[in-house]
C-alpha cells in the first residue's frame, strides 16, 4: 500500500488566549484524518504571536504536544512533531491551553501534516 504525504487544516482564523490568572484554554472543533499511518510521526504546524510572557500548552487526544514559554517578539510560525499513535482517523481533540505568565497569545493557521496510506 502507497504512503503519501497529507494533511488537514484544523482552523485558519485566530484565536486569543487572553492576560488573565489560571488557566485559560481553547478546544477546537474535533477532526479527522482518515487515512492516517497512525505508526509514524506528524507535524503540528501553527502561527503565534505573543503579547508579553506567556507559557502555551498543546495537547492533542489527551497527550501533550508542546510546553513552550513564549514572549513579546515577532509573530512566527511554529511546527512540533507529533510522536505516533496520537493522531487518529477520527474524532481528534487539539486544545491549546496557556498555563502562565501574564501575557496573551493569539494562535492561527493550525495544520497538521501527517502520511496517509492511499
Known sequence: MPT?????VVQDTAVTLPKSDGDIDHTYPAF?????????????????DPSGTATMEVTLNGSSVLT????????????????????????????????????????SDIVLLFQADI
Open 4 to 8: 503519501v504525504a497529507d494533511y488537514t
Open 68 to 107: 513552550q514559554t513564549f514572549d513579546t517578539a515577532p509573530q512566527r510560525s511554529w511546527h512540533e512533531v507529533v510522536e505516533s499513535n496520537v493522531l487518529q482517523t477520527a474524532g481528534n481533540t487539539l486544545i491549546i491551553r496557556k498555563t502562565g505568565g501574564g501575557g496573551s497569545f493569539t494562535v
Open 32 to 48: 479527522s484524518t482518515p487515512a492516517v499511518n497512525a505508526g509514524q510521526r506528524s507535524i503540528l504546524s501553527f502561527r503565534v
